[in-house]
């Protein structure tokens, strides 16, 4: 039966763009807090609810997703002085909680505990520093999903808060100096109310804060008031004496590095590395000699040490040449090197000396991802986890001089992970690139062709999507689904060429490339159009809405979730702008072209019959603005020839997915899967 979706009014609004006629029915919705923008949400949700509530099964999928997301969670430690601090949670907690111990064996306490902060769950720990004395936390603090945080310094010993209360930080974090007297973030000027969730981020600026002052005394440190798409990240070397800056242009990954000396305050900041000519993330330093992980010169990246004196090229010293895999990441610690290398999508890990030299390959559990290894330079132990998608994270030691892992925390599972196979396939897309993915189900599963199967996305910002533990996955496998996932262009796989290849203009490469997994998993025999459903967030949700659009026939049921859906004004709200060197800019009339080819909102045709659509967002997301979301579901609901549903699920003081609650996420997976299972036929 069609569904009578709550009125929505297609007004008459054209705008001229680049001598091109574009309506734009729905731009009333960019108004979230009118009145009747709110009235049409609850509409839409009470829709979606009463619908849901008629679908078979969804309190059973509701309570099974419950009694598997009931592990253990342990978060990778980190040693400050002779202090251990961890996140952990006990399995159902809407929010993880900080623990710290004088030892690996001694008695934990609980530093900070943030359900204690909201009654629904939704004040979440965003951000956390250390001091390296282990005696003071710095925290910050987000509300309702929102980006915006708010920083808090507490005493470890007593448990208490300080007076300390900064505001308005946003993609920032903390770097204490080396006295433990104070620290380093980034925040923009205060918004009204009124702009808070919607207005352009622009104008980031570097401050000091000192223990025990109000904010309006903290020193500011650097601005650029000539280039407002600046932001600014610092950290303290080990040695107390140089705030590293790292200043970026939106998304962009190329980045320029400038230093202050500490030792000398009244030194001006020095443009190290000004250019923005390629990635360089700083790993450490000895004295004047920096070491940068860098696509300076290697598309996969590479190792180098810059001498601060004398910084022109031609002067670095290679210390760990490019490799035929993609270096994802490198540490200093224990004067080795340990990098972390994208092996076809798979995490291993390699330990150079202080001179680059090759020493030995860590001993990972599995093919899967590792997270950790941070530390100092003057440590000797780290820590890392080590999941793939049927193994949750486990905590392991690692002895950096002796190259020896030890496990040390493994949660108890509720399942057995031996009845799950997972295997690595590559697709041929349209232009004949191979592309990987990964697929797992149960080993006695009957591969005919009518498998429902799941088929998750990304392609975008140099991202790479790792093989990890998520429960809603382990659920749908259980049901007896399959569960793929493709690493498409425009993520960072394989370096800086395989993201090129999926970005700007290039970015029909990876709509191209989901279709083609979706065509191959047709083709092999697991699948079939009405058992296929597809699903991602973010840059994610574009893709989806993107492929349904141009192959609506292809597939049973399309998830976009917090989607970035309108390709024309999504530059216009919150940190949008910074996504231009991703997407391109749609002020430019050559980008504006391909920008338009590939809008999910603006190529939704009238008569159309479109799969069953469950469209989600959150109402407080001020990452992408939920408009987008709203704007697409009421043209979808008005183009839909079909009798297949078309629902936008609007989640309430949630945001764009960071520090949900517990109780939240299985609500909403819930429903995705009820919905899904309900309409694959």
Same mark, same amino acid.
């Given at each position: 039966?069609?569904?009578?979706?709550?009125?929505?009014?297609?007004?008459?609004?054209?705008?001229?763009?680049?001598?091109?006629?574009?309506?734009?029915?729905?731009?009333?919705?960019?108004?979230?807090?009118?009145?009747?923008?709110?009235?049409?949400?609850?509409?839409?949700?009470?829709?979606?609810?009463?619908?849901?509530?008629?679908?078979?099964?969804?309190?059973?999928?509701?309570?099974?997703?419950?009694?598997?997301?009931?592990?253990?969670?342990?978060?990778?430690?980190?040693?400050?002085?002779?202090?251990?601090?961890?996140?952990?949670?006990?399995?159902?907690?809407?929010?993880?909680?900080?623990?710290?111990?004088?030892?690996?064996?001694?008695?934990?306490?609980?530093?900070?505990?943030?359900?204690?902060?909201?009654?629904?769950?939704?004040?979440?720990?965003?951000?956390?520093?250390?001091?390296?004395?282990?005696?003071?936390?710095?925290?910050?603090?987000?509300?309702?999903?929102?980006?915006?945080?708010?920083?808090?310094?507490?005493?470890?010993?007593?448990?208490?808060?300080?007076?300390?209360?900064?505001?308005?930080?946003?993609?920032?974090?903390?770097?204490?100096?080396?006295?433990?007297?104070?620290?380093?973030?980034?925040?923009?000027?205060?918004?009204?109310?009124?702009?808070?969730?919607?207005?352009?981020?622009?104008?980031?600026?570097?401050?000091?804060?000192?223990?025990?002052?109000?904010?309006?005394?903290?020193?500011?440190?650097?601005?650029?008031?000539?280039?407002?798409?600046?932001?600014?990240?610092?950290?303290?070397?080990?040695?107390?004496?140089?705030?590293?800056?790292?200043?970026?242009?939106?998304?962009?990954?190329?980045?320029?590095?400038?230093?202050?000396?500490?030792?000398?305050?009244?030194?001006?900041?020095?443009?190290?590395?000004?250019?923005?000519?390629?990635?360089?993330?700083?790993?450490?330093?000895?004295?004047?000699?920096?070491?940068?992980?860098?696509?300076?010169?290697?598309?996969?990246?590479?190792?180098?040490?810059?001498?601060?004196?004398?910084?022109?090229?031609?002067?670095?010293?290679?210390?760990?040449?490019?490799?035929?895999?993609?270096?994802?990441?490198?540490?200093?610690?224990?004067?080795?090197?340990?990098?972390?290398?994208? !092996?076809?999508?798979?995490?291993?890990?390699? =330990?150079?000396?202080?001179? /680059?030299?090759?020493? $030995?390959? %860590?001993? *990972?559990? +599995?093919?899967?991802?590792?997270?950790?290894?941070?530390?100092?330079?003057?440590?000797?132990?780290?820590?890392?986890?080590?999941?793939?998608?049927?193994?949750?994270?486990?905590?392991?030691?690692?002895?950096?001089?002796?190259?020896?892992?030890?496990?040390?925390?493994?949660?108890?599972?509720?399942?057995?992970?031996?009845?799950?196979?997972?295997?690595?396939?590559?697709?041929?897309?349209?232009?004949?690139?191979?592309?990987?993915?990964?697929?797992?189900?149960?080993?006695?599963?009957?591969?005919?062709?009518?498998?429902?199967?799941?088929?998750?996305?990304?392609?975008?910002?140099?991202?790479?999507?790792? !093989?990890?533990?998520?429960?809603?996955?382990? =659920?749908?496998?259980?049901? /007896?689904?399959?569960? $793929?996932? %493709?690493? *498409?262009? +425009?993520?960072?796989?394989?370096?800086?060429?395989?993201?090129?290849?999926?970005?700007?203009?290039?970015?029909?490469?990876?709509?191209?490339?989901?279709?083609?997994?979706?065509?191959?998993?047709?083709?092999?025999?697991?699948?079939?159009?009405?058992?296929?459903?597809?699903?991602?967030?973010?840059?994610?949700?574009?893709?989806?809405?993107?492929?349904?659009?141009?192959?609506?026939?292809?597939?049973?049921?399309?998830?976009?979730?917090?989607?970035?859906?309108?390709?024309?004004?999504?530059?216009?709200?919150?940190?949008?702008?910074?996504?231009?060197?991703?997407?391109?800019?749609?002020?430019?009339?050559?980008?504006?072209?391909?920008?338009?080819?590939?809008?999910?909102?603006?190529?939704?045709?009238?008569?159309?019959?479109?799969?069953?659509?469950?469209?989600?967002?959150?109402?407080?997301?001020?990452?992408?603005?939920?408009?987008?979301?709203?704007?697409?579901?009421?043209?979808?609901?008005?183009?839909?020839?079909?009798?297949?549903?078309?629902?936008?699920?609007?989640?309430?003081?949630?945001?764009?997915?960071?520090?949900?609650?517990?109780?939240?996420?299985?609500?909403?997976?819930?429903?995705?899967?009820?919905?899904?299972?309900?309409?694959?036929?």
């Amino acid at each position: 039966m069609k569904l009578s979706y709550p009125p929505a009014h297609r007004s008459n609004f054209v705008e001229t763009l680049h001598e091109v006629e574009i309506p734009d029915p729905y731009r009333w919705m960019e108004d979230i807090d009118s009145a009747e923008v709110r009235s049409w949400v609850e509409a839409q949700n009470q829709l979606t609810q009463d619908y849901l509530a008629t679908l078979p099964h969804r309190d059973q999928i509701k309570n099974r997703m419950t009694e598997l997301w009931n592990y253990e969670k342990f978060g990778v430690p980190s040693k400050h002085a002779a202090r251990y601090f961890y996140s952990y949670n006990d399995g159902l907690a809407n929010q993880d909680r900080l623990y710290w111990q004088e030892s690996l064996e001694s008695q934990p306490f609980c530093l900070l505990d943030p359900n204690k902060l909201s009654e629904d769950g939704t004040v979440a720990l965003s951000g956390e520093a250390v001091s390296h004395n282990g005696c003071y936390l710095a925290y910050g603090l987000s509300e309702a999903g929102s980006d915006w945080q708010e920083w808090y310094v507490r005493e470890v010993d007593s448990g208490k808060d300080l007076t300390d209360h900064i505001r308005w930080v946003k993609f920032s974090g903390a770097s204490w100096d080396k006295d433990d007297q104070g620290f380093y973030y980034s925040r923009y000027a205060q918004p009204s109310e009124e702009e808070r969730l919607s207005k352009a981020n622009y104008d980031q600026k570097l401050y000091y804060h000192r223990l025990g002052t109000n904010q309006e005394e903290d020193l500011l440190v650097y601005e650029r008031p000539d280039h407002k798409e600046w932001g600014f990240y610092g950290h303290v070397t080990e040695d107390g004496r140089y705030l590293v800056i790292t200043v970026s242009v939106g998304t962009q990954d190329e980045v320029a590095i400038f230093y202050k000396d500490l030792f000398n305050p009244n030194n001006e900041v020095v443009e190290l590395l000004p250019d923005f000519d390629s990635e360089y993330q700083f790993i450490g330093n000895e004295s004047t000699i920096f070491y940068f992980m860098t696509t300076k010169a290697a598309p996969k990246r590479r190792v180098v040490a810059v001498d601060i004196n004398k910084p022109a090229e031609e002067a670095w010293k290679e210390v760990i040449p490019e490799s035929e895999h993609t270096l994802e990441s490198a540490t200093l610690v224990g004067d080795r090197f340990i990098s972390t290398y994208l !092996v076809d999508a798979v995490h291993a890990v390699k =330990l150079f000396d202080m001179q /680059g030299n090759y020493l $030995a390959e %860590v001993n *990972l559990p +599995g093919l899967g991802t590792v997270v950790g290894f941070e530390g100092e330079k003057s440590q000797t132990e780290t820590f890392f986890n080590y999941t793939d998608i049927t193994t949750p994270p486990c905590v392991y030691r690692f002895d950096v001089l002796g190259n020896e892992v030890t496990l040390l925390k493994q949660p108890a599972l509720k399942f057995d992970p031996d009845m799950y196979t997972t295997k690595q396939v590559f697709v041929t897309s349209k232009d004949g690139t191979q592309v990987p993915m990964f697929l797992s189900y149960k080993k006695d599963l009957e591969i005919n062709g009518d498998a429902p199967t799941y088929l998750f996305g990304y392609g975008g910002f140099n991202i790479s999507i790792p !093989v990890m533990f998520k429960v809603p996955n382990l =659920l749908w496998m259980e049901l /007896g689904g399959v569960y $793929a996932q %493709v690493q *498409l262009r +425009g993520g960072g796989e394989y370096g800086e060429a395989w993201h090129q290849a999926g970005m700007k203009a290039n970015k029909q490469n990876v709509f191209d490339d989901f279709i083609a997994a979706a065509e191959w998993l047709i083709q092999e025999g697991y699948t079939n159009t009405k058992k296929l459903a597809i699903g991602g967030r973010s840059n994610g949700g574009l893709l989806i809405g993107a492929v349904m659009t141009q192959r609506p026939d292809l597939f049973g049921v399309c998830m976009p979730t917090v989607g970035v859906l309108d390709m024309l004004r999504f530059h216009k709200f919150t940190i949008g702008w910074a996504w231009v060197s991703d997407y391109g800019s749609p002020d430019d009339p050559e980008d504006f072209k391909y920008l338009l080819a590939y809008s999910p909102y603006h190529n939704i045709k009238p008569g159309t019959s479109y799969p069953p659509t469950m469209i989600t967002t959150g109402d407080h997301d001020d990452r992408v603005f939920p408009a987008h979301s709203y704007k697409f579901a009421a043209g979808l609901q008005a183009a839909q020839a079909g009798s297949a549903p078309v629902l936008i699920r609007i989640d309430t003081r949630a945001g764009h997915g960071v520090g949900k609650p517990t109780a939240k996420l299985i609500e909403e997976f819930a429903d995705l899967w009820a919905f899904t299972l309900a309409h694959l036929k």
